[in-house]
């Protein structure tokens, strides 16, 4: 566990970062923090590190990892195409928590990387960490989220601590991640991007600087499309007790908060920092302020990954509007609740 101050970072000589990238050169796989979320790494042409990373996950191996470059010119190299469209993304969001799907170039990666596609899903980081420790690598790093495969991803490295300690070679720690969710994933393979998976560059963001986008995937409840990105079809973020998103007044919330617990349940109640003193529970945990979504997304998996230290039997969950990230954080929060609703009817 190597703590990293991030902000000096350019100045300064790290001796933690060139352990860590001298592990990975190695074939190790060492956990680092990116701007999303915490990342997984390992070297992407070795078969053996990438194969580390499922093992450390219990990731299923049909999911493929997103490559993590510093420098634009290695797309060139992993992909066999890239339409103008692709570039004009990369040019407004790199670095930053966009990735793009490109048609693969042959014999550059580890097969287990893509999963068997012919496609390859690529992202350049916008932390100072990781871009140091990608560089002093020397070659692009293959990471999923570090944490255990069906639980919320790690926004500190206590968090990816809990989940893979004596799992990984390590973990730099660089404090809090910024945005708290995963980057936006883009299918760049078609005449127009399409948005499989919702994250911290927004349908909006995307629309200003490329024109028409489609929404594809099982994204934004489209539950019925069939899962072009494959590890959409998974469980995910899920805390350990039961969640349901609830929807409806604040009294209505407390009447289904107070059936519950009538009944012999510990209830858990996820609420904002405008309606926490709203409830009584045996368990409520604040994660965010509503009327700055960004907070939100910052704070949900933290939240998520809180409640498990109670043993509750469920957990209740307020919902966000769709605008902005809050497309990206209802897609999260509808995976961790399986689906399931509770709404006032009136
Ligand atoms: O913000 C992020 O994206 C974080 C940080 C660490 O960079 N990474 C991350 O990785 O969230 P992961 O593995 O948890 O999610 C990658 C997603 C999965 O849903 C996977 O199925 C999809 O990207 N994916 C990867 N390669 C793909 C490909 N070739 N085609 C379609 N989907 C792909
Ligand atoms: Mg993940």
Known sequence: HWIVDNFSITHQHYPQIEEAAQLIRKGEVVAFPTETVYGLGGQVKL???VQKIFTAKGRPSDNPLIVHIADRKDVNRLA???????EALMASFWPGPLTIIVPKQEGVLSELVTAGLHTVAIRMPDHPVALALIKEAGIPVA????NRSGKPS???AAHVLD??????AGVLDGGDTGVGLESTVVDCTGPYPVILRPGGVTLTDIEAAVGKVEIGGSTFQNAKAVPKSPG???THYAPEAPLYLIEGTHSFIQEKI??????????????????EHFYVADRIISCGCRYEIESVAKHLYGALRSFNSSSLDVI???TFPLEGVGAAIMNRLEKAAGHRWIKEVD
């Open 163 to 168: 989940d893979l300690s004596g799992r990984i």
């Open 154 to 156: 790690p926004t500190t």
């Open 316 to 318: 209740l969950a307020e």
């Open 232 to 234: 959409m079809k998974y």
């Open 47 to 49: 078969d053996q590190a």
């Open 80 to 86: 066999e195409s890239v339409p103008d469209y692709a």
């Open 258 to 275: 107070d059936e519950l617990r009538a009944e012999g349940k510990k209830v858990g109640m996820m609420a904002t920092e405008e309606s």
């Open 143 to 146: 990471a999923p989220s570090a």
